[in-house]
């Protein structure tokens, strides 16, 4: 079993819809959450950050964690067809070492 | 402000061979990650530097190496490639290593090894 398991999509929605990606994790030692959004032939781009539980809202964007169930999620208001990316959520403990998900391919079609 | 570049952008080696991928790191960053990306799937932890010296590692082997010089641009070296050594190689530059911090990634370098 994975430490993170994202589902890969691809997720193909209408420009304007509510988008949720979400991934679980079995390590119970993560502390930090992050969702990075990245382009075709470019690096990831840090979208979101959140440490232990709670909700973080960034314009359009909502990042959600839920420690006890061991699942965290990302949501994306009006989207529009330039939020047409790979979505990775990544986490780590103590220490600056990411573990990422496999990565959602999202399309958002006009 | 000058972000985290990487060279080259493409690289076809053949298997048993040498390659050396280097990364400069953004300004006043002093800590380099490096990450590999296989195909469809997330980035792997592969090692980081700070200050030249290695600051965690992950499961990869010891063919796998590296090094950080005094303007904190780093080197991954691999030695006797693999097939499966093909991948988008990334690295990650942070101001310090702390855990949360963000860490900006470059465009990546991708390997083809044949």
């Known amino acids: 079993q994975k430490e993170v398991e994202q589902d890969p999509g691809p997720l193909s929605v209408p420009e304007g819809a509510i988008v949720s990606l979400n991934c679980t994790y079995s390590n119970s030692a993560f502390q930090y959450f992050m969702w990075y959004r990245q382009y075709s032939r470019k690096g990831p781009e840090l979208l979101m950050y959140?440490?232990?539980?709670g909700n973080k809202e960034d314009g359009r964007f909502t990042a959600q964690v839920d420690k006890s169930s061991k699942y965290i999620s990302l949501f994306i208001r009006d989207s529009q067809p330039s939020d047409s990316a790979t979505y990775l959520c990544a986490m780590s403990e103590d220490t600056d070492k990411l573990i990422f998900g496999t990565g959602t391919r999202l399309q958002v079609f006009p | 402000e000058t972000g985290v570049t990487q060279s080259p952008t493409h690289l076809i080696k053949t298997r048993g061979q040498q390659v050396t991928l280097r990364c400069s790191s953004q300004s006043g960053h002093n800590t380099v990650s490096w990450y590999q990306q296989a195909l469809g799937q997330g980035p792997q932890f592969i090692f980081q530097y700070y200050r030249e010296e290695e600051n965690g590692r992950g499961n990869f082997p010891p063919r796998f190496s590296g090094l950080q010089f005094p303007n904190y641009s780093s080197e991954l070296n691999v030695n006797a490639l693999e097939l499966d050594d093909s991948a988008l190689y990334l690295c990650a530059s942070s101001s310090f290593p702390a855990p949360g911090n963000e860490q900006f990634f470059g465009p990546g370098t991708r390997l083809t090894v044949l």
């Open positions: 959140t440490y232990s539980s």
